[in-house]
């Protein structure tokens, strides 16, 4: 089946700057991507999503990145503020038959003033 | 945004008992999942039902595992009987039909199992 991995676990950024984090993924068929935020005690909630017709997609300070020949993905947040301090966890759904999501293993994202 | 909830949002039972876990999915949503999640590790996908049926469970989806929703009440999860393996936190999420890609997800039930 599908494997999603994620990459960093966690990153450390001054407020202003920019952050990426990464996820690769197996089945090429794979045709979905979301990416959740999920803060202490919450529910994730979906930020933005891609999919495999778009290469690029911005929501506001959100870019996402997809490159389906690598089987790669990816999320730049820019202009970071403390409130996008959270745990975050990129998805694939391997095709459209399925209602499967797939996540990495989270990527813990601190905003430091 | 659209909001999924569940109930309860922790439980405590003893190994071997029956447990059940509450969903309540966005009001217009037709598509029903649960996730599972270990401390430490990424969501992984159980089960997702449709119209009354399961559409497609994964290997973790156990014998012991039961899902229904009887006459539009709540989405549930049973789990009889209950091991040590499945203290778990559980995510329920739903997707409108014909859009099954986007789903949303509730705030999780964290189960303890002794």
């Known amino acids: 089946g599908e494997q999603v991995e994620q990459l960093p676990s966690i990153l450390r950024v001054q407020e202003g700057s920019s952050a990426s984090i990464n996820c690769s993924y197996e089945?090429?068929?794979?045709?979905?991507f979301p990416w959740y935020k999920q803060e202490p005690g919450e529910n994730p909630k979906l930020i933005i999503d891609i999919r495999s017709n778009m290469e690029r997609k911005q929501i506001q300070e959100l870019i996402v990145l997809l490159d389906k020949k690598a089987k790669r993905f990816s999320l730049h947040i820019t202009d970071t503020q403390p409130g996008d301090s959270a745990m975050y966890f990129c998805a694939a759904k391997p095709g459209a038959n399925t209602g499967k999501l797939t996540f990495g293993h989270g990527t813990i994202l601190r905003v430091h003033p | 945004g659209p909001k999924v909830l569940q109930i309860p949002s922790h439980q405590i039972i003893d190994m071997g008992q029956m447990v059940t876990l509450n969903c309540d999915p966005v009001s217009n949503h037709l598509y029903f999942y649960w996730y599972k999640q270990i401390l430490g590790q990424q969501m992984e996908f159980l089960v997702n039902f449709y119209n009354g049926k399961v559409m497609e469970k994964s290997k973790l989806f156990k014998d012991q595992f039961s899902v229904e929703r009887p006459d539009g009440s709540y989405f549930t999860l049973k789990i009889q009987p209950t091991a040590l393996e499945d203290s778990a936190v559980y995510f329920c999420?739903?997707?409108?039909?014909?859009?099954?890609?986007?789903?949303?997800f509730g705030p999780g039930t964290r189960l303890l199992v002794l």
């Open positions: 999420a739903s997707s409108l039909e014909g859009a099954q890609d986007t789903q949303y």
């Open positions: 089945d090429s068929a794979s045709n979905y």
